[in-house]
C-alpha cells in the first residue's frame, strides 16, 4: 500500500505543480507585465510548494488509511 502512495505521489504531484505553475504564471503575468521574470520566479515558487504539499499529503492520507481502517 505504501508503493501505491509513493507512486500517486510522484504522479499527481507534478501534474498538481504544473497546473498551479501554469495558472499563477498567467495571472502574475497580468499584474507585473513589465516583468515577466517575476512572474516566473513566484509561480515556480507556487509551484514546489503545490508539489510538496500534495505528495505529503498523499502520503500522509495512505498512512491514515492504512492504520486505522481494517485490512
Known sequence: MNGLAIILALVFSPV?????????????RKHFPEDPGRARKLALSFALSTMVFFALLIILAFLVIDKWLPK
Open 16 to 28: 498538481a505543480a504544473l497546473s498551479a505553475y501554469l495558472i499563477t504564471y498567467a495571472e502574475y
